[in-house]
Nanobody, 115 residues
Framework: QVQVAESGGGLVQAGGSLRLSCAASGNIFLIGAMGWYRQAPGKQRELVATITRSGSSNYADSVKGRFTISRDDTKNTMHLQMNNLKLEDTGVYYC?????????WGQGTQVTVSS
């Protein structure tokens, strides 16, 4: 059974930083592309950042220059360093990973940015 789980969310003031982590576990042979998505209250889930197996990354325009995605395939983990957080970054952040050619989602971690 393969699972992915997020951690690192919390409450932070605007301008602050948080580091999210995603850990994959179970019977893993191959992890392909990974990514972070978020869903704000009353809005659809949106892409935040993705990273390929080779390390190529892609960011939503709204987070470019503030967020950095990374992965460590030796530990089956992925991270999202979020700096200069804004009120509009508030939402539930989800990890997505293609593992053994199948997509998996985590349960999400809440990020709340306050003024």
């Amino acid at each position: 059974q393969v699972q992915v789980a997020e951690s690192g969310g919390g409450l932070v003031q605007a301008g602050g930083s948080l580091r999210l982590s995603c850990a994959a576990s179970g019977n893993i042979f191959l992890i392909g592309a990974m990514g972070w998505y978020r869903q704000a209250p009353g809005k659809q889930r949106e892409l935040v950042a993705t990273i390929t197996r080779s390390g190529s990354s892609n960011y939503a325009d709204s987070v470019k220059g503030r967020f950095t995605i990374s992965r460590d395939d030796t530990k089956n983990t992925m991270h999202l360093q979020m700096n200069n957080l804004k009120l509009e970054d508030t939402g539930v952040y989800y990890c997505n990973a293609v593992i053994n050619l199948l997509p998996y989602w985590g349960q999400g971690t809440q990020v709340t940015v306050s003024s």
